[in-house]
């Protein structure tokens, strides 16, 4: 099955909260854009999507789709590409098992996730799963670089109805544990290609009798391009993880580990395995060999490990052991469930994680659901400063005061899959001691490592156009706003050391280079909380890393939330690719949403994009119409703020459900009274009225099965005959619509 026409407007099918959402609102914006003769369609880029799409020789035809996510990467390179873009599942192992194992009860005959494949068969079908995994889409679609933001409204709105924040003292033992050395921030070696040097390279491991193994065959490297190489330490890391959990027991505090087992879908599970192993200590020395023939991987996390336990045969005897280990309290995300900080690499996202605990006061939450100061373990110091430097800065300072402060937002290098959210490919754990090697095309190499067996070894690149393209927009963000402008750029690492060889003579040619400030990312980190402490703004122009930690990390101290934020991806090519905001509490959604038939996911991300979308869709391809329907759903977006129409969290009160319907209320009186489209005016009227007129009969009917059961037919796979049930329960509101 293909999709041979284009939409004017592409809405993606996505996972969990951010799609049950759309299974309200998309209808709404169907029916509103078909009045002004646009299309809206759907492009499906969820996880089950793409596992069907994977394996269609597996499949009954009826059962077959299209792949969406490689048409959409050949759609956002065109000039007008227009894709509104919900956060997708970046899946981890236990996630991608769990979504092929209800594919499989639902009829789809995948083959299962070769856990250790041996066979020929076995290990192509791992590497098509493992094509899936993490960071798939992304990489994909972002075609450019990122102008993300608060919008007017929500920044105005969050400052007059500040959200809370827990309590900064001087005295917390909150703190950031990393390696001293032997990291991949120790071990970075970076150059910029020159024209002898380009072409198809390829990365080789040269063991100690001289044997060559060929890790990557080839690997194109364009003249400009900048690639990095590095590794870390298994040994070095083993030994920090069991220095960290003993420094945490004497500080009495909690073990924390922070990682992006999604994004860094190679090399964080390795490193969370290692974790899971540290933790278990004498009890993995004594028994791991069994538990992993049992099918236990720690690179899965504790929660599978203790899976495996419980089939062996001397199970009691192992969990007695875990139990008499001399551990510290450990973070929790889910104490009432056991849930613990090691279970599901997916669990706890750094991104989301570490936010969360500065915005609380430095408190995680322990074994008993107690507030607690914890120990924060980010193993690698490439991007741990910024988290180091803001509990530092809070603790001095107190917490961040939201009704007065400025907003950071962020130009962000990510397009053609810029550095490490690009290493999957290129990541390696090293087979045995030995070397590896990058060898150009030319013969010569251009990095080398000693390693050992175990080591993780990974390269990355940046091309020079989204170099180029990064600094030119951050010139113009810079020159629209006239705010403290700093590149988050450390001299003294080997990556931004070239990368810097690229900014300067930017900066300098385009006479500006003193409205911009170059900064290593702890004191950018100082600077930038100093500055919107006093009420003032910054943009931050960052690498892709830290581009995705800090699109949380000050929105969630500003805002409350990262959902809110307007985000924009420039396409390079000339389209418009905009992003809704993070779904990193989309899970807890779902569940509350089958528990209880509450909806709790914030569409305000959606909102905003809808708005650009259409204003750059009025803009591209000159639709008045368009530009009409863009300047009111700005209108119903801040309708939804001043009157504080958001979901509320718990069952029983207005959930997403309701701020879809004020939107779509909103949306219509603003066209209604809007005097630029007569002919959008008389459609709007009357849909207006009624909607004002029947709003206690669609509060009533949209609330009537609160606090029962909800069943969509699935978590990865929603039925959608069952999910317009659920989502869709008024049909007054639906009537109205049409």
């Known amino acids: 099955m293909s999709n041979t026409e284009t939409p004017d407007i592409i809405y993606t099918k996505v996972d969990e909260a951010p799609e049950l959402a759309s299974g309200s609102f998309l209808p709404i914006i169907r029916r509103f854009a078909s009045v002004a003769g646009i299309e809206v369609g759907t492009r499906d880029i969820s996880l089950a999507g793409r596992i069907i799409a994977t394996f269609p020789e597996f499949l009954k035809e009826e059962q077959r789709q299209n792949d969406d996510l490689a048409e959409l990467g050949q759609l956002v390179k065109q000039p007008d590409a227009n894709v509104i873009k919900l956060p997708n599942i970046s899946a981890s192992v236990p996630q991608l098992v769990a979504a092929v194992e209800e594919l499989q009860a639902k009829g789809y005959a995948l083959p299962d996730y070769p856990e250790d494949p041996k066979t020929d068969e076995e290990k192509s079908i791992r590497a098509r799963y493992d094509a899936i995994k993490g960071s798939a889409v ?17 920044k105005s709105f969050a400052q007059k109805n500040p959200h809370s924040m827990g309590k ?37 491991f040269v063991a100690k009798d001289g044997s060559v193994t060929v890790l990557k065959d080839v690997w194109p490297l364009e003249e400009g391009t900048v690639a990095d190489a590095t590794y870390m330490s298994a040994k070095a890391l083993s030994a920090f993880l069991a220095d960290a959990i003993e420094d945490t027991k004497k500080d009495g505090t909690m073990f924390s580990l922070h990682m992006k087992a999604t994004m860094m879908k190679v090399s964080d599970p390795i490193i969370f395995g290692h974790a899971v192993k540290a933790w278990l200590g004498p009890v993995w020395e004594k028994h791991g060999a069994a538990i992993a023939a049992a099918g236990g991987s720690p690179n899965s996390g504790l929660g599978d490990v203790l899976a495996a336990i419980e089939t ?12 008499a280990l001399d551990r510290p309290s450990m973070y929790m995300v889910d104490s009432d469930k056991g849930i613990t900080n090691l279970h599901v690499p997916s669990d706890v996202i750094i991104d989301a994680s570490m936010p969360a605990v500065i915005r609380a006061g430095g408190k995680g939450w322990d074994e008993t659901g107690a507030k607690g100061d914890t120990n924060c373990v980010i193993p690698d110091n490439c991007y741990a400063p910024v988290y180091d430097e803001s509990i530092n800065f809070f603790k001095a300072n107190g917490a961040l005061d939201v009704t007065t402060a400025g907003s950071v937002a962020n130009v962000g290098l990510m397009a053609q899959k810029a550095e490490e959210y690009g290493s999957h490919p290129t990541t390696f754990e090293a087979p045995a001691d030995g070397t590896i090697r990058i060898v150009l095309a030319n013969g010569e190499t251009l990095h080398s490592h000693e390693v050992e067996g175990g080591d993780i070894w990974r390269s990355c690149t940046v091309k020079k156009a989204p170099i180029e393209n990064w600094i030119q927009l951050a010139m113009d963000r810079q020159r629209l706003t006239g705010s403290e402008a700093i590149f988050w750029l450390d001299a003294d690492r080997a990556h931004d050391a070239q990368l810097i060889q690229y900014v300067k003579p930017a900066l300098e040619a385009a006479g500006v280079a003193g409205k911009f400030k170059i900064m290593a990312p702890r004191e950018a980190t100082r600077q930038s909380l100093e500055t919107i ?14 581009r995705d930690y800090l699109t949380d990390l000050f929105p969630i101290l500003e805002l409350g939330t990262s959902a809110k934020m307007l985000s924009i991806v420039k396409l390079m090519n000339g389209g418009g690719l905009f992003e809704t905001g993070a779904g990193g509490s989309a899970p807890k959604h779902v569940q509350q949403l089958h528990a209880e038939n509450h909806l709790r996911w914030d569409s305000m991300g959606e909102f905003c994009a809808l708005g650009e979308s259409l204003n750059f869709l009025a803009d591209s391809k000159g639709n008045a119409k368009a530009a009409v329907l863009g300047a009111a759903a700005e209108a119903a977006t801040q309708g939804i703020l001043d009157h504080n129409r958001s979901p509320s969290r718990k069952a029983g009160e207005p959930d997403n459900r309701a701020s879809h319907y004020w939107f779509a209320r909103y949306w219509a009186e603003a066209l209604a009274a809007q005097s630029d489209d007569a002919d959008l005016a008389a459609f709007f009227a009357p849909m207006a009225k009624a909607l004002a007129e029947n709003e206690e009969k669609i509060l009533a009917e949209l609330s009537a099965g609160a606090g029962a059961a909800a069943d969509t037919g699935g978590y990865f796979r929603n039925d959608d005959a069952a999910t317009a049930k659920v989502m869709r329960p008024s049909a007054t509101l639906n009537e109205i619509i049409g």
Not at 535 to 546: F, R, W
């Open 168 to 204: 900064w003292e001087s005295t917390s033992k909150t703190k950031v544990s990393s390696m001293p050395g032997n990291d991949f921030r120790a071990n970075e070696v970076s150059a910029t290609i020159t024209a002898a040097q380009a072409g198809d390279a390829k990365i080789e």
């Open 138 to 154: 992304n990489p994909v679609l972002r075609e450019g670089n990122s102008d993300r933001r608060s919008a007017r409204a929500v």
């Open 312 to 323: 062996l045969p001397n199970a009691a005897e192992i969990k007695a052991e875990i139990d």
């Open 533 to 546: 402490t006093a009420g003032k703004d910054s943009i931050a122009i960052t690498g892709n890393v830290l």
